[in-house]
């Protein structure tokens, strides 16, 4: 059974880097799915930030592009997120997922999901 | 972008309840469309995908409906568990987008 984990500082002070990996267990990063990245922050609704797939494409929300990047590692079947120059707004529950078809193709919902990270941003 | 509106924002229903909750798509998503369930503290779970099929292990008493820009989640009759928040997705197009939730509380 798949599961993540994400992991991070909960404390990260304005104009810093935001740093955050999802530990995968139970299936390889590296075999299908796309693997993404989702936020919330405190009482409101979901943002979705980026999900890729290994060896193929990676997507962004336009809204954050200019500040994230992510990456995969492979050989610690784990995938991360870097959100440069936060702000207060960037302050949320940030959640790691599977997307719910294993192909590269077409469109589809996620239903594996970390339990959530939060991240504080403040000085 | 494309704005996904929920209605109402909050629902108050009694356990037994036939319970619906309104997402509309500004513009058309054919039937890409998921909806969630989220408690507090806890990751979305997902219940309904591609706008009307129940997600493997989900309970029966939901179900979903709807194409293009109209959208509906019901929950036939209420259970104690399903107090919760409900959030729609669409993933027809980039960016993916949701809804702003409905809150079912207890009456």
């Known amino acids: 059974q798949v599961q993540l984990q994400e992991s991070g500082p909960g404390l990260v002070k304005p104009s810093e880097t935001l740093s955050l990996t999802c530990a995968v267990s139970?299936?390889?990063?590296?075999?299908?799915?796309?693997w993404g990245w989702f936020r919330q922050p405190p009482g409101k609704g979901l943002e979705w930030i980026a999900y890729?797939?290994?060896?193929?494409?990676?997507y962004y929300n336009p809204s954050l592009r200019s500040r994230v990047t992510m990456s995969e590692d492979t050989s610690k079947n784990q995938f991360s997120l870097k959100l440069t120059s936060v702000t207060a707004a960037d302050t949320a529950v940030y959640y790691c997922?599977?997307?719910?078809?294993?192909?590269?193709?077409?469109?589809?919902?996620?239903?594996?999901w970390g339990q959530g990270t939060m991240v504080t941003v403040s000085s | 972008d494309v704005q996904m509106t929920q209605s109402p924002s909050t629902l108050s229903a009694s356990v037994g309840d036939r319970v619906t909750i309104t997402c509309r798509a500004s513009?058309?998503?054919?039937?890409?469309l998921a909806w969630y369930q989220q408690k507090p503290g806890k990751a979305p779970d997902l219940l309904i995908y591609?706008?009307?099929l129940l997600e493997s292990g989900a309970p029966s008493r939901f179900s979903g409906s709807g194409s293009g820009t109209e959208f509906t989640l019901t929950i036939s009759s209420l259970q104690p568990d399903d107090f919760a928040s409900y959030y729609c997705?669409?993933?027809?197009?980039?960016?993916?987008?949701f809804g702003g939730g409905t809150k079912v509380e207890i009456k």
């Open positions: 997922a599977r997307r719910r078809s294993s192909g590269s193709s077409g469109s589809d919902a996620f239903n594996v």
């Open positions: 139970g299936y390889s990063i590296s075999s299908g799915y796309y």
């Open positions: 890729f797939y290994h060896g193929g494409a990676t």
């Open positions: 513009q058309n998503i054919n039937t890409w």
């Open positions: 591609k706008a009307s």
């Open positions: 997705q669409q993933y027809n197009t980039h960016p993916l987008t």
